[in-house]
Antibody, heavy 117, light 110 residues
Framework: EVQLVESGGGLVQPGVSLRLSCAAS????????MHWVRQAPGKGLVWVSH????????NYGDSVKGRFTISRDNAKNTLYLLMNSLRAEDTAVYFC??????????WGQGTLVSVSS | QSVLTQPPSASGTPGQRVTISCSGS????????VNWYQQLPGTAPKLLIY???QRPSGVPDRFSGSKSGTSASLAISGLQSDDEADYYC???????????FGTGTKVTVL
């Protein structure tokens, strides 16, 4: 059974860093592009970042470029998102996903990040 | 703010056909494939259409996608109460070098 389980969310103050993790199981993790997508409370979906199967290619959405870093450890079947200089507007549920723009998409259930003083 | 614009809402009675539009530009819809997602309340999104008009395994053929120029559309035929959800389009944008989602459309079954 395919599973993606996000962790690492929580309540943090503005300006701090936080690292999200996404543990994958049930499929060959190293074969797939992986993504992070976020959704602020009551708002729409926003694509955050993606990473190639070998980890060499990454892209970011404009709102997080220069502050967030995506990475993966294929030996541990885990995707990461390092979020620096967090702002109130980064408050959202963060979903990790496999092949989100292809026919074999799979989404995790999300982890909530709240940025507030 | 998203570069893909959708109407905030759409509605229909059971059995009707509902169409949702997604307006973009040459750097996204005009030159790239379009995907559509359904998000039921409190759940993660689900892919409905990929490559503009292809359905993943398990998605009923009541859902169909199309594209013309810089706009795309999702049609839901034979509307059912289970179709009440938010729907989002998405595409790669060459100018941004990233994916973009539409603003989202809430479908209500009357």
């Amino acid at each position: 059974e395919v599973q993606l389980v996000e962790s690492g969310g929580g309540l943090v103050q503005p300006g701090v860093s936080l690292r999200l993790s996404c543990a994958a199981s049930g499929f060959t993790f190293s074969n797939f592009w992986m993504h992070w997508v976020r959704q602020a409370p009551g708002k729409g979906l926003v694509w955050v970042s993606h990473i190639s199967p070998d980890g060499r290619t990454t892209n970011y959405g404009d709102s997080v470029k220069g502050r967030f870093t995506i990475s993966r450890d294929n030996a541990k079947n885990t995707l990461y998102l390092l979020m620096n200089s967090l702002r109130a507007e980064d408050t959202a549920v963060y979903f990790c996903g496999r092949d989100l723009f292809g026919p074999t998409d799979f989404w995790g259930q999300g982890t909530l990040v709240s940025v507030s003083s | 703010q998203s570069v893909l614009t959708q109407p905030p809402s759409a509605s229909g009675t059971p059995g009707q056909r509902v169409t949702i539009s997604c307006s973009g530009s040459r750097s996204n819809i005009g030159s790239k494939v379009v995907n559509w997602y359904q998000q039921l309340p409190g759940t993660a999104p689900k892919l409905l259409i990929y490559n503009t008009n292809q359905r993943p395994s398990g998605v009923p053929d009541r859902f169909s996608g199309s594209k013309s120029g810089t706009s795309a559309s999702l049609a839901i035929s034979g509307l059912q109460s289970d179709d009440e959800a938010d729907y989002y389009c998405a595409a790669w944008d060459d100018s941004l070098s990233g994916y973009v989602f539409g603003t989202g459309t809430k479908v209500t079954v009357l």
